[in-house]
């Protein structure tokens, strides 16, 4: 016997722990059989239930069940990407002198650190051998009364993932007209997963919404944190695009005023949308691919911009199925970059060109061109 009840929180349950449905609902037989000797059936089930949730570890994760579409996706990067980049540097510069001030440490053969007692007993010859590799040089995080000791410091410095995600969401359970713009946040390990875009999915991810915040959501995922397709009766994406993001949106030719507003913000989101100049221009080397959009909007650009660059992420490269003057709807970052003078074939000297780093975009099916022009961008040789 399952109730209501049960099913709910065997949902609840995968959603917090990654696992299947299917998994757990065999869990909960298993010990549904375990407690035969139980003759009430509801204090069998419940007691089945306990058990479940312990032995699929539940209540270990802070994460809660929601429901809701992805319509962008940034690129999986390391956010410490830049101090592994200064440690290469110092290295090659000077290796005792980075090590000394650690920004690098030695390792041995076996990748273990050598410690500053250790190398005071290597000879010369010996430390000329050893590989240095870059080291966390924060010896603490935060500042004054909050500072805290950092572990890792003057240790191997360590990938620290992250990824950008944007979803139309809600508690799961709830209706999409209930939905809100949501900013998800995904670490580590769950940096490396990809979620279907343009489809309702039901996952698990902390709240992380501030106190007082009511017209949108932010998430971090867990360590549970996966994106598992779902039915939604009704489930219109465009009705969702154009209801439910109208705080980050602005016409083509506002985006310039956007940008100077937000540029300090990292977070910065940008919803827009335009008619394709041409089909997207293909990156031969699986690289960042090219699309120009356009229209009535940018008649009054201040520096006489009549188009917008827009740098496409290879993962969605499935997302370009649409040819020239498809009327497309996008979320990204927006940028200030070099223009290209058509005349003289040659870049212009001012970086005043607003370009938008796309997160996640989609014709709208109405004004949708089949994509002709086969056109590419040469690799890089």
Known sequence: MTTTETKKKIEKWAIQTGK???EIT???ETAMSEFADITDDTKRELQARRVTRIRCRAGTSKAEPYVGVVI?????????MNMHAAGLSAIAKNQDSAVANKLACYIDANNNIISDDELATISVDVLATLKAVPADPRPTFGEGAKARANP???KPLKPVLMKDMVLISGPQGTDPDTWLPTRLNMRNAQARISSPIGVPVNFGAINKTPDGI????????STSTTFTQTEINGFDLFTLLDTKLLPWCALLGQLRQKHEDTKDDWNRIAVTEGDAVFSP????DGGRHMLLVTDESMD?????QQDITCWIPNHLLSQLDFGRESRVFLIGRTSLGFGYDREKREQTENRDRIMINILGLFARPERKTSPDEVTSIPAVT
């Open 214 to 221: 009511t017209d949108e959501i932010t998430l971090a995922s």
């Open 300 to 304: 009054d650009d201040p520096v006489g």
């Open 152 to 154: 890792s410091y003057g």
């Open 20 to 22: 299947t449905v299917e």
């Open 72 to 80: 962008a996706e940034g690129e999986c990067r390391d956010i410490l």
């Open 281 to 284: 221009r293909v990156s031969e």
């Open 26 to 28: 065999t869990l909960f």
